[in-house]
């Protein structure tokens, strides 16, 4: 799917075989199942499983909690490939993130507890931050955890949650200190979905990524032990929150520059093929010229991504910069993606085509991992 064959400075030798077998594993093993995971609104328990088989859920994890000692670029390899082969319904990245948030804050009980399950894909994850009042702005959460002795009780409402549906595991943001202003008083929880006073609602029907379970979560005095506060120290949550969500947007940058490099190799296929007045579509002036554009914006977007799986590599990724790429390389996606499917006429507004999926699916990119206005505000006060 890469643009003149170009191959990223950050993958050597033993992430060329890495993803020689993801890519094998992903087009045998899920995508042939892709259309019915669309049609049930979520994906197969033993795909997860197969997946974390494979080693690549938390492949950057520590091998003493259930990882593969990799770098952060195996991870990106895996995106990559789930992206080109266009296997959509399966949110690895939920189990990815909510992973990190405990190597990086949890307590040595809870990464043992909590980290071999999550990389096997024996626990599918969750992250209940969003609710029907609150978006991109985590300050003004409402759900409330009160402490009752060595337990704590768990009130609110969250919304738009990922893997919602399949999750055994959710982490969960709330208030622990009601009189706090602002981020002050919020902390993360732990919460096993078979906990009395959690309920799902229904899964929600969405535009875009049908196959991925989103829905909505109550909690009404969910007693969870004091244990599941993440870190054991109340009032954290925030620094938590703000340490992880770079990486949370790098994840959805690497994966639109994916989708950018998908989009124009199905264009460029198509209107070779194609037909239109005795010649094929690539060989009129405007499609020519159109894709040349396309191809460099490409090119372009692939460094980007590049950059930032590098920094992420080395550790030297900052808010700024995945503020950047996620707000920028999103934007050029849905653009891209717009202009690929014209050349399909009518049968790009076909579901059965790989780049009206796209186009639905791209949408959303814009929105979650915070909104790209809220990025550009992050961005614009590093000026």
């Not at 197969?44 to 080693?55: I, K, Q, Y």
């Not at 770079?246 to 994966?255: L, V």
């Not at 124009?264 to 894709?291: H, P, W």
């Amino acid at each position: 799917m890469r643009v003149e064959n170009y191959v990223s400075p950050w993958e050597d030798a033993d992430l060329v075989a890495f993803r020689d077998s993801i890519r094998r594993f992903v087009r045998e093993q899920l995508l042939p199942h892709e259309d019915k995971w669309r049609q049930q609104h979520r994906s197969d328990r033993s795909a997860w499983l197969a997946c974390g088989e494979m080693g690549m859920i938390l492949p950057d994890m520590p091998s003493e909690y259930g990882g593969a000692d990799g770098t952060p670029a195996h991870y990106a390899v895996a995106m990559e490939e789930l992206t080109y082969a266009g296997a959509m319904s399966i949110a690895l990245s939920i189990n990815h993130i909510v992973g990190h948030y405990i190597l990086a804050s949890g307590t040595e009980a809870q990464k043992r507890q909590w980290l071999p399950k999550i990389a096997s894909g024996e626990c599918i994850c969750s992250i209940a931050m969003t609710e029907p009042g609150t978006g991109s702005d985590l300050q003004g959460v409402r759900t409330r955890a009160v402490k009752h002795g060595d337990k704590y009780l768990i009130s609110g409402s969250k919304t738009f949650i990922s893997n919602g549906q399949n999750s055994d595991m959710v982490i969960v943001i709330a208030k622990t200190d009601l009189e706090a202003k602002g981020s002050r008083g919020i902390s993360l929880f732990i919460v096993d979905t078979n906990t009395p006073g959690f309920q799902r609602g229904k899964c929600l029907d969405k535009i875009g990524l049908p196959g991925q379970d989103t829905s909505e979560m109550f909690f009404q005095d969910c007693e969870v032990p004091a244990d599941c506060l993440l870190g054991g120290v109340e009032g954290q949550g925030f620094v938590q929150l703000m340490q992880q969500l770079p990486y949370e947007r790098a994840e959805i940058s690497i994966q639109a520059a994916a989708s950018l490099e998908r989009a124009l190799a199905l264009t460029v296929e198509y209107t070779r093929e194609r037909k239109a007045f005795g010649k094929s579509i690539l060989d009129f002036q405007n499609t020519r010229f159109t894709l040349a554009e396309v191809k460099a914006t490409v090119l372009a977007s692939r460094l980007f991504a590049d950059l930032i799986v590098q920094r992420w590599v080395d550790g030297t990724l900052d808010t700024t910069l995945a503020s950047m790429g996620k707000f920028w390389l999103t934007d050029r996606q849905g653009e891209v993606i717009d202009d690929c499917l014209q050349f399909f006429g009518g049968f790009g507004y076909m579901n059965e085509y790989p780049i009206a999926r796209m186009f639905a699916d791209a949408r959303v990119a814009r929105i979650y991992g915070g909104a790209n206005e809220i990025q550009r505000e992050l961005v614009g006060r590093s000026l």
